[in-house]
């Protein structure tokens, strides 16, 4: 499923670090496996910490 800011995300990630926030099961882990999926280079570190 594409998302709205996926090609601004993408386009800033050039340059800026990204975090990305929201309420519990929005598809903030999806749009960032999908996002590091579609690079071409691996610019994209992930740390995803486990909550309680």
Known sequence: MKRYLE???VKDL???ML???GPRQCGKTTL???ILHNQTENKLK???VPTK
């Open 7 to 9: 090609e601004q995300i």
């Open 14 to 16: 050039n340059s800026k």
């Open 19 to 21: 975090f990305l926030a």
């Open 32 to 34: 960032a496996k999908q």
């Open 46 to 48: 992930t740390n995803i």
